[in-house]
């Protein structure tokens, strides 16, 4: 479909001024944050300003836009695009752009999304693949993982946070040119960047912090080590779901005089070595190695998803060979998902766990699994109830202002639902409680349900989170989702949920819709006001 052609990169800009060897635009100064890059573009000739004197720095760029200010590539469709006609004053570098789409139309006019972009810039560097960046940034871009691996472990684009890229949004003039100075002056000779080093200081420590995994509720500190018996309790309450574990699940035979014997030795036992775990070894700081296996036994056996695992002896270059089939599994699980801390194929097998460590690594199995849980009315067909997997906002820079009141935000909750006030304790006060005994909760506000059946014919799912339940007085007060399955008749939102609805609304009830809605228990007999 393509054939070579000699080409000049030519860079030149979306509209033509003279170029001056000093160059300032009247709606961007020397303090704008782009600027640098800006100036090196335009003294260069790739970009110009307006014939206003204007540079419009948060004009949003079009495909057509972009390409032009990369140039032409080296190689040239062999058939014309039908709506880009050759008159078109960007033509010759549709034609030699590689950007490939769906169908026979280019779209010149579209904006261009951030994600079209590194694909353009990597084609222009060599397509180069091998490249390995962690599965919570490759699934953020499926249609082109090389692409986006190359951009974020070379540091071209790793978004403001290090972990949310945006790759479907556009960007603007500013952007453009910074990425396209960024992407010049990157030296693709030097090591990769690793995933732990590149996510910022504050979305590792608001991860590390939102799982309550340690009994001195510490706080986070990157350089900070942790023991194998706390290694062992924190995996435990991810897999359990709760603070005070009971060990129900899993009893142990064998004792020796330490406070996290258990621990290790249902770990221990279950996903690295069996019997090894001791008192001295309880004491000794846990290692990577050990870390992920027993968080990847935990995440499997916490999932309430079925996912498929069971390969081995396709793990980390630098994971000892002598080990157990059951460590072997997890590791091999770990590592065919993409969990990763380094740019290459080893994770520091051997090296001491860090804080830093931990938060990488549950940011990633967080992402992969879910390692929060909803509680749900509709029963399974063992008649249990069913419970769902939830994740983590990771996008801090999106949390409502009222994060400080809870132990975690979750993704896909809106906003308004954190910040309409709260009268009575934190809620994060009564996190460990509500996710102890979720499967409670739920059994009340069955009451709920059978209430919106019998009176307004309304067959509904509730959901409880565990991070919305908090105390007032003698009562829990829960904000609880209300998903209508099916509804009978007509019924308004003001005649059914009234002043208990979170966000105001006032609309005929459909089915398929959802609402949070604010309900109580009592403490002592939780049945609903």
């Not at 979306?14 to 709606?27: G, M, Q, R, T, W």
């Not at 782009?34 to 003294?43: R, T």
């Not at 732990?196 to 799982?211: A, G, N, R």
């Not at 949920?497 to 459909?510: A, H, Q, S, T, W």
């Amino acid at each position: 479909m393509f054939k070579k052609i000699l080409s000049i990169i030519l860079m030149i800009s979306f509209v033509s001024i003279p170029v001056a060897a000093e160059v300032s635009f009247n709606d961007m100064d020397e303090n704008h944050w782009a600027y640098p890059n800006v100036i090196k573009l335009v003294n260069d000739g790739t970009v110009k300003g307006y014939e206003d004197g204007s540079f419009k720095p948060a004009n949003t760029v079009t495909r057509a836009e972009f390409v032009k200010m990369i140039g032409c590539g080296p190689d040239r469709r062999d058939s014309d695009f039908e709506d880009v006609s050759k008159t078109h004053w960007a033509y010759e570098y549709i034609m030699t752009s590689g950007f490939e789409t769906e169908g026979n139309n280019f779209y010149p006019s579209l904006p261009i999304t951030r994600g079209e972009t590194i694909e353009l810039l990597w084609k222009r560097h060599g397509s180069k693949t091998g490249v390995l960046a962690p599965s919570v940034i490759t699934e953020q871009y499926p249609q082109n993982k090389d692409a986006i691996s190359w951009a974020y472990n070379y540091k071209v684009m790793i978004g403001d946070d290090g972990l949310n890229l945006r790759l479907n949004d556009t960007l603007s003039r500013a952007e453009a040119a910074t990425l396209i100075i960024r992407t010049r002056e990157t030296d693709f000779t030097k090591p990769q960047s690793d995933f732990k080093d590149i996510v910022s200081e504050s979305t590792m420590k608001t991860v590390f912090e939102s799982y309550n995994l340690f009994d001195d509720n510490r706080s986070y500190s990157p350089d900070a080590t942790i023991t194998n018996g706390e290694m062992a309790r924190a995996a435990l309450r991810l897999l359990e779901d709760e603070f005070n574990l009971t060990y129900s699940s899993y009893p142990v035979s064998t004792y020796f005089d330490h406070k996290y014997y258990k621990d290790l030795l249902i770990v221990f036992d279950r996903c690295i070595k069996k019997g090894v775990a001791n008192k001295e070894m309880a004491d000794l700081n846990a290692n990577i190695e050990n870390t992920v296996a027993a968080f990847s036994f935990a995440a499997l056996e916490k999932a309430n998803e079925l996912i498929t695992y069971g390969n081995i002896n396709n793990t980390y270059k630098d994971v000892s060979k002598d080990i157990e089939i059951k460590k072997n599994t997890f590791l091999t699980f770990a590592y065919e998902k993409g969990i990763k801390l380094k740019a290459d194929d080893t994770i520091g097998a051997l090296c001491d766990v860090t804080h830093k460590d931990i938060a990488a690594l549950l940011i990633q199995y967080d992402a992969l699994i879910g390692l929060e849980t909803i509680f749900s009315t509709n029963r399974n067909g063992i008649n249990q109830f069913i419970k769902y997997d939830a994740k983590l906002n990771k996008n801090i820079a999106l949390y409502p202002s009222t994060k400080d009141k809870f132990a975690c935000i979750l993704d896909g909750i809106d906003n308004r639902i954190y910040e309409k006030a709260i009268e009575g304790d934190n809620p994060k006060e009564a996190y460990d409680f509500a996710r102890e005994y979720g499967e409670l909760f739920i059994s009340k506000v069955l009451n709920y349900a059978s209430y919106l059946r019998t009176n307004y014919g309304i067959e509904s799912e509730i959901l409880v989170y565990p991070s919305l339940v908090w105390t007032s007085g003698d009562e829990f007060i829960l904000r609880i989702e209300c998903k209508v399955l099916y509804i009978a008749k007509d019924a308004t939102t003001t005649e059914v949920f009234g002043d208990d609805l979170v966000i105001p609304v006032d609309e005929n009830i459909v089915s398929g819709s959802s609402y949070f809605v604010e309900v109580a228990l009592n403490k002592t007999d939780l049945f609903f006001k």
